[in-house]
């Protein structure tokens, strides 16, 4: 029989609410079946919910602001309640084993039985990025749904990247354990690292050493590089690698990251603005300065800087402003900039770019390939980095929580 599947990777952006990226999603779906037959897609890194690029969330060393917490409070609401704990039920929430609150049909805000259905309607196996709140915290996460089963898996990022640490807590290591799933007779074994965890070569390691055939990189990284580590995989593998990253322009940014001050214009505290200098004379202008105060009470003025690098290296905006230009004006000019250019991709087991990466697709953005997973098995001849190839007698691997054998 044969082993040949219709592989997708979609490079959609998060619009202004979860609702209309949920909806924006079926869609999506829907029309990668109906044109070309899909029979599995990936959405990108934190899809539903958001990437908040640009946003420092008003924290310095030292000092938060009002203003950055107004912004985390949209931010929160925005990321989406499945349901699960926040030390992670594992297989009592996929199984639906919790208890659920009196008067409810199901735990959490329903974009899981959303995505369920859209899964069992189109007959299409999803897989996509989000922005799970439990409890207090936000975890970035990825959700496995099976067109037949529904949800068969989720997983945690183990190890956000710089600012996001400020925001995402991290995910329980045991949650790398692959998934098996059965898409029209063919089996597939699939993983998932998100983003730079791809740079973490023992947790790659830990997704080979399960047997793999899928490798799935949802991220936010567009650097021209990120190519390259996804060959790598596929290589290193003997694996398909799908990766899907958004495609954004400024302007595509929610409002309260483009234009923070309008939320808290009340409260003057924490805002970036201009501030007129009561020690000179005429009332003479000084920059631009984000005003917080320490835990102690004591305010402070921190000057703002050059342009500087997102998370994950993709070129944000400079926060220098002109002595006559407020922050606000600033923020709102070259909106048809772009801030992230894509990169989606699609690698062979061979370590081949099969499709992208796409750039500057911000608007419909759809790769597909048809993969014949015996390549798997074909690269094996020569390279098995979990077996033949792994001097498993020497070199050990352990991760806490987590069995590192094949699923069966």
């Not at 190519?227 to 596929?234: H, N, Q, W, Y």
């Not at 954004?248 to 940014?253: M, S």
């Not at 290296?313 to 002109?322: A, E, M, P, W």
């Not at 002595?323 to 992230?340: A, G, K, M, R, T």
Request: proline residues 4%; contains cysteine; charged residues 25%.
């Amino acid at each position: 029989m044969h082993q040949k599947l219709c592989l997708a990777v979609s490079q959609s952006r998060t619009l202004e609410t979860t609702a209309q990226t949920l909806s924006s999603l079926e869609d999506t779906v829907q029309t990668a079946q109906r044109d070309h037959n899909v029979d599995l897609i990936l959405f990108p890194e934190a899809y539903l919910g958001g990437y908040p690029r640009t946003c420092n969330f008003g924290a310095a060393v030292g000092a938060r602001s009002e203003e950055g917490r107004e912004q985390f409070l949209k931010y929160f609401h925005a990321a989406v309640d499945l349901g699960d704990t926040p030390e992670g039920a594992d297989a009592d929430w996929i199984e639906r084993k919790l208890a659920v609150a009196r008067g409810k049909e199901f735990r959490g805000d329903g974009t899981r039985e959303a995505l369920e259905r859209i899964a069992r309607e189109t007959g299409v196996f999803i897989v996509t990025g989000i922005v799970e709140r439990s409890g207090g915290s936000l975890y970035c996460a990825v959700l496995f749904v099976d067109p037949s089963q529904g949800v068969i898996g989720k997983r945690r990022k183990v190890m956000p990247t710089g600012t996001e640490r400020l925001i995402w807590a991290q995910g329980s290591p045991r949650t790398l354990r692959a998934v098996v799933a059965e898409v029209k007779g063919v089996r597939i074994v699939m993983g998932a690292a998100i983003c730079w965890e791809n740079y973490m070569p023992l947790l790659r390691q830990s997704l080979y050493q399960q047997n793999v055939g899928l490798y799935l990189a949802p991220t936010a990284d567009a650097r021209d590089t990120w190519a390259s580590l996804m060959r790598t995989v596929g290589a290193e593998g003997r694996c398909f690698v799908l990766s899907a990253n958004q495609c954004q322009r400024r302007g595509h940014l929610p409002e309260w990251i483009r234009r923070p001050s309008t939320m808290v214009e009340e409260r003057r505290e924490g805002v970036l603005e201009e501030h007129i200098d009561p020690r000179s004379q005429g009332g003479r202008r000084r920059r631009s300065s984000l005003i917080s105060k320490t835990d102690d009470g004591h305010e402070i003025a921190l000057k703002t800087g050059p342009s500087v690098m997102d998370d994950d290296c993709s070129k944000v905006i400079s926060v220098t402003t002109k002595d006559n230009e407020s922050p606000s004006e600033f923020l709102n000019h070259e909106d048809d900039q772009f801030i992230c250019r894509g990169g989606s991709c699609i690698v062979n087991p061979a370590g081949r770019l099969v499709k992208g990466p796409l750039w500057e697709v911000d608007n419909g953005g759809l790769l597909c390939f048809q993969a014949d997973f015996e390549d798997c098995e074909r690269g094996r001849l020569d390279l098995d980095v979990a077996g033949s190839y792994s001097r498993n007698d020497s070199f050990k691997l352990s991760v806490a929580g987590l069995d590192l054998s094949p699923p069966p």
